[in-house]
């Protein structure tokens, strides 16, 4: 499991890493009671919930920017994306520090169950699923069910991009 501070520690629930050379490594979090991954390539660290403070002109999928080590790095909802129940952020949850093509942003989640690694099988592809309108890598199987895989340059839409790009340029 990767801990708060990025570093380590076993998985407890029994999903540890396979030992297969072509398996997929990925960071597992929850959002909402619902299981998400992001490609550990992607992952730079996992972060405490920490304030964060508003960027006028944003798109409303950016729930503010935070601080982290004298970069601002814009959180992205992924409540509002999801179409989930809107809540504030809790003292227990985590930022999933990640990096994308075009920029690093942190994802607001509830909790992280850690790294598993499923072998390609056990991946769909986002391609492959019929009406797939979320901004998705795809779809993997873990023991409890299913997850869904977030592609982080499809996150925000090339306009919502360009707005953030600007709010952030513009941002003191």
Do not use: W
């Amino acid at each position: 499991m990767l801990k708060a501070d990025g570093s380590s520690a076993g998985l407890s629930d029994g999903r540890g890493m396979s030992d297969g050379a072509d398996a997929v490594p990925l960071l597992v979090f929850v959002v909402e009671g619902r299981e998400h991954a992001l490609g550990l390539d992607a992952v730079v660290r996992v972060l405490p919930m920490m304030d964060m403070a508003p960027l006028p002109a944003a798109p409303a999928l950016v729930a503010g920017v935070v601080n982290i080590g004298g970069s601002i790095v814009p959180v992205m909802d992924l409540r509002r994306r999801l179409g989930y129940p809107p809540r504030a952020p809790g003292l227990s949850d985590v930022l999933v520090l990640a990096t994308g093509r075009r920029r690093r942003m942190a994802l607001a989640a509830d909790a992280v169950r850690g790294v598993v690694a499923r072998p390609p099988s056990a991946i769909t592809e986002a391609t492959a699923l019929a009406g797939a309108a979320l901004p998705m890598a795809g779809v993997v199987k873990l023991d409890g069910g299913l997850a869904l895989i977030h592609d982080l340059d499809a996150f925000l839409t090339p306009e919502d991009d360009a707005r953030l790009a600007a709010a952030l340029e513009a941002a003191p």
